[in-house]
């Protein structure tokens, strides 16, 4: 872009940034992301906070119960121990051989550094102020998926994945993703969607279960609401 076609009232802040060139941004990304890392990692082992994996911990452990041949589904269900979807053990995988802290510092410092990378990119830098907010904070401390969903938005390809791993929070953003794009790869973002709902079958399965055994609305609530994306998803 032609720095001299900026408008003058966008401020000094505005030129500086249409002069900085990919290789920063990419560094920048870096350096957030290190720093979520170390933070979370601390965190992590604070004795205060619950140490261990936090949210990071069905991921990981769905990948190992997989890896061993066992049922990742094999448990009693509590309020924490709640089951994720079957695709989650894609991105524990890569983590499964480290300390549980490490690995969920790892994964949130990566995703950290992902939505900074995507946020430069965009040339939207004030953006960068989520990092101080405390939503991220929070989600910093107890190893958080909302940083990676937050990045799916400027990388829709994450979309799809995230839609099954976490719907309830993930597929908003997908969907809206797909809203935007839908001139160009929305309705094949849509397609993976759809083709890998059964994926979600063993999470609805237990809900169904725990639905017969509890009868409660709430949980009817989640079962229709899933039905319902799903018929979405479909048309």
Not at 32 to 49: D, H
Not at 103 to 120: D, W
Not at 177 to 195: E, K, P, Q, Y
Request: aromatic letters at 14%.
């Amino acid at each position: 872009m032609n720095l001299r076609s900026i408008p003058r009232h966008q401020g000094w802040m505005w030129q500086t940034w249409y002069s900085v060139r990919w290789y920063r941004q990419v560094l920048l990304a870096i350096m957030i992301g290190s720093a979520a890392a170390v933070l979370c990692y601390r965190f992590r082992t604070l004795p205060m906070y619950y140490p261990g994996p936090g949210d990071f911990n069905w991921a990981l452990d769905t990948a190992t119960a997989l890896l061993q041949g066992r049922d990742p589904y094999d448990f009693e269900a509590s309020s924490l121990k709640v089951p994720y979807p079957l695709p989650v053990a894609l991105f524990g995988l890569p983590f499964v051989a480290l300390p549980k802290p490490l690995a969920a510092a790892l994964f949130f410092g990566g995703s950290s550094g992902l939505l900074a990378y995507g946020i430069l990119r965009a040339n939207e830098p004030w953006r960068l102020s989520i990092f101080a907010s405390f939503p991220y904070i929070y989600a910093l401390m107890f190893a958080q998926w909302s940083p990676l969903i937050a990045a799916a938005w400027f990388f829709p390809a994450l979309a799809p994945l995230l839609a099954l791993v976490k719907p309830n929070i993930a597929l908003p953003v997908a969907l809206n993703r797909l809203n935007m794009d839908r001139r160009n790869a929305g309705r094949r973002h849509a397609s993976r969607i759809v083709a890998d709902l059964p994926l979600l079958a063993p999470a609805l399965a237990w809900n169904d279960a725990r639905v017969s055994e509890h009868n409660t609305p709430a949980d009817a609530t989640v079962r229709s609401f899933s039905g319902a994306c799903a018929a979405a998803l479909a048309r």
